[in-house]
């Protein structure tokens, strides 16, 4: 039964809708918002560390944004609290081409003697990280980012000069639609116990309006639920949304199928529920970014979430695993 009262509510967006956001455009279409009295304007971004701060400052009252943009924000001395670990992985991935780099990119190791070009700080540090635990930090060139953004890295990768790229899953696929050769992926999240995106609000909002963080999460969990089990719908919607996303639709929809079967689950979300923080996973984020120029100040991963607000009761977020279960596909090589 839908609320006799509406709750008018704004959702920053970490970037401008695409695949990964489908989800949520699908729980307003669907009316899952609705059904929770809540009037959801979303509102497009400008990355992770501008949504998560402007949560953090109270400027929207919910935001997405990846795990290491809330520890950075909140080492400039801001609170943001994140409510929901949306994706239990990192969506960060190392791709190359196989006729340049001669072989199938299928583990870390591969990577020595090669050289590594990221397009962003906060996935190089991942990929630093990577590395070293792989033992090969000293073998492998990874290149800093300075001004290698996505479009010029992936021009590196085209012509050659380097041997990899870093940036997020699907970057490699996209490049096989565009130029006819194959790319494989080695998502970091498959070796990185760390989170990717969090759905995030100020501390002093969820004390003030418990039930109105509570709403949001419910009805956010719906539209995973319902996308994940319907991709084709959500990306339906998506497109909707944006009409200029229709000729790359296969990309957008990839996008969403990898985050919902290859990102999503984590051990503890499958027995306790959909959006369910794991405190290690936080602290191993907090210890990878510590000592980097990522962070301006004293961090404390334990801080930055709570678990308080998921409704383990509710017949979606508790029951979570199970109503996906037959949705989903095997995890693609």
Same mark, same amino acid.
């Given at each position: 039964?839908?609320?006799?009262?509406?709750?008018?509510?704004?959702?920053?967006?970490?970037?401008?809708?695409?695949?990964?956001?489908?989800?949520?455009?699908?729980?307003?279409?669907?009316?899952?918002?609705?059904?929770?009295?809540?009037?959801?304007?979303?509102?497009?971004?400008?990355?992770?560390?501008?949504?998560?701060?402007?949560?953090?400052?109270?400027?929207? %009252? /919910? $935001?997405? +944004?990846?795990?290491?943009? @809330?520890? #950075?924000?909140?080492?400039?001395?801001?609170?943001?609290? =994140?409510? *929901?670990?949306?994706?239990?992985?990192?969506?960060?991935?190392?791709?190359?081409?196989?006729?340049?780099?001669?072989?199938?990119?299928?583990?870390?190791?591969?990577?020595?003697?090669?050289?590594?070009?990221?397009?962003?700080?906060?996935?190089?540090?991942?990929?630093?990280?990577?590395?070293?635990?792989?033992?090969?930090?000293?073998?492998?060139?990874?290149?800093?980012?300075?001004?290698?953004?996505?479009?010029?890295?992936?021009?590196?990768?085209?012509?050659?000069?380097?041997?990899?790229?870093?940036?997020?899953?699907?970057?490699?696929?996209?490049?096989?639609?565009?130029?006819?050769?194959?790319?494989?992926?080695?998502?970091?999240?498959?070796?990185?116990?760390?989170?990717?995106?969090?759905?995030?609000?100020?501390? %002093? /909002? $969820?004390? +003030?309006?418990?039930?109105? @963080?509570? #709403?949001?999460?419910?009805?956010?969990?719906?539209?995973? =639920?319902? *996308?994940?089990?319907?991709?084709?719908?959500?990306?339906?919607?998506?497109?909707?949304?944006?009409?200029?996303?229709?000729?790359?639709?296969?990309?957008?929809?990839?996008?969403?199928?990898?985050?919902?079967?290859?990102?999503?689950?984590?051990?503890?979300?499958?027995?306790?529920?959909?959006?369910?923080?794991?405190?290690?996973?936080?602290?191993?984020?907090?210890?990878?970014?510590?000592?980097?120029?990522?962070?301006?100040?004293?961090?404390?991963?334990?801080?930055?979430?709570?678990?308080?607000?998921?409704?383990?009761?509710?017949?979606?977020?508790?029951?979570?695993?199970?109503?996906?279960?037959?949705?989903?596909?095997?995890?693609?090589?």
């Amino acid at each position: 039964m839908t609320p006799d009262t509406t709750t008018t509510v704004d959702f920053q967006l970490n970037w401008e809708p695409n695949g990964f956001q489908a989800p949520y455009f699908l729980a307003r279409d669907r009316g899952f918002y609705d059904d929770e009295g809540l009037d959801v304007r979303f509102v497009e971004g400008h990355g992770s560390p501008f949504a998560a701060e402007q949560a953090a400052r109270g400027r929207a %009252e /919910f $935001a997405l +944004a990846g795990a290491s943009a @809330v520890l #950075s924000v909140q080492s400039r001395g801001l609170d943001p609290l =994140a409510v *929901a670990a949306v994706t239990g992985k990192t969506p960060a991935a190392i791709y190359t081409l196989r006729d340049e780099f001669g072989e199938a990119l299928t583990e870390p190791a591969q990577l020595a003697g090669r050289t590594v070009a990221p397009s962003a700080t906060k996935t190089r540090i991942l990929t630093a990280q990577l590395l070293a635990d792989a033992g090969i930090a000293e073998a492998v060139d990874l290149l800093g980012v300075d001004d290698h953004t996505h479009h010029r890295v992936q021009h590196k990768l085209l012509d050659g000069r380097v041997d990899a790229a870093v940036g997020v899953v699907t970057n490699g696929y996209e490049l096989e639609r565009e130029h006819d050769r194959t790319a494989d992926e080695l998502p970091i999240g498959d070796h990185l116990g760390v989170y990717g995106m969090t759905i995030v609000t100020d501390p %002093e /909002f $969820a004390s +003030a309006k418990p039930e109105t @963080v509570r #709403s949001f999460l419910r009805a956010t969990a719906r539209g995973w =639920a319902a *996308a994940t089990t319907d991709p084709g719908a959500a990306i339906d919607v998506l497109v909707e949304r944006n009409a200029t996303l229709e000729r790359n639709r296969p990309v957008e929809q990839r996008k969403f199928e990898t985050a919902a079967t290859d990102l999503q689950f984590t051990d503890r979300t499958r027995a306790e529920g959909w959006g369910v923080h794991e405190g290690e996973r936080w602290r191993t984020l907090g210890r990878t970014l510590a000592e980097t120029d990522l962070l301006e100040g004293e961090i404390d991963p334990d801080a930055v979430w709570t678990n308080e607000f998921i409704d383990a009761d509710d017949e979606v977020i508790g029951n979570y695993a199970e109503r996906v279960a037959e949705s989903e596909t095997e995890p693609r090589a």
